[in-house]
């Protein structure tokens, strides 16, 4: 298996079938690929709308969680269950463009993990007031962790499944969008190769974010300061 791409939801009803056939096209020429969808039991119906319209197609797999919930945990659930060489991570409202996945499959021959970027040369942010106060949260960041990576927050990744065996997970993989700037934490301790490229994050398309940004950031800056101060079990 070459390519997994990972897609955790929850009441994503109205994004997510749209979405699967916009990578199976950019992936089209790709033989060895799955998409895995893990769905945190949404009470919109997600899961079954996934079931039902891929049931016949081998490449897409679907995944229900009733326990342990949650962003991370259901990222680190696919990564159990995903088979290819390299994994794609990225959100399931259209924040993140699949188009970029081209990028990423291309780039990741020669590095170890490819992230799109709202804050190197040429990317941004539709929502603007999120878009500067994560820039100034990743300021903190960068100065906590002692990292010259520019956006610590995006979530829209391509990593060596390799790579990813030789990093702790269980210190990684639980919470929410804060265990982006752990997995890069700890990648780069080990001196693997990071490289950014710019991306544009668009509003979502369909339905109402789940999170409250401003008290995740607060939430993040404990993260930071307890993975700068190994305070972790």
Known sequence: MDLSVILPTYNEKNNIVNLVNQILEVIKNIENKEIIIVDDNSPDGTYLACKKTF?????????????????????????????????????????????????????IKEYDIISCSRYCAGGFMENKIHF???????????????????????GYFCIKKSVL???PKEKIFFGYGEYFFRLLYFAQKKKYTIIEIPAFYSLRR???????????????????????????K
């Open 206 to 232: 369909e339905g109402k974010s789940k999170s409250n940004f401003l008290l995740l950031l607060y939430k993040y800056f404990f993260e930071a300061v307890k993975l700068r101060f190994n305070l972790y």
């Open 55 to 107: 049931e016949t197609n081998d490449k897409v797999k679907t995944i229900l969680r009733e326990n342990n919930r949650g962003l991370a945990n259901s990222i680190g659930e696919g990564i159990k269950f995903a088979q290819g060489e390299n994994i794609i991570v990225m959100d399931t409202d259209f924040t993140h463009d699949p188009k970029l996945i081209t990028q990423l499959i291309y780039l």
């Open 165 to 167: 065996n030789t990093l």
């Open 132 to 154: 500067y106060f994560s820039f100034f949260f990743n300021l903190f960041l960068r100065i906590m962790l002692k990292t010259q990576i520019q956006d610590n927050l995006g």
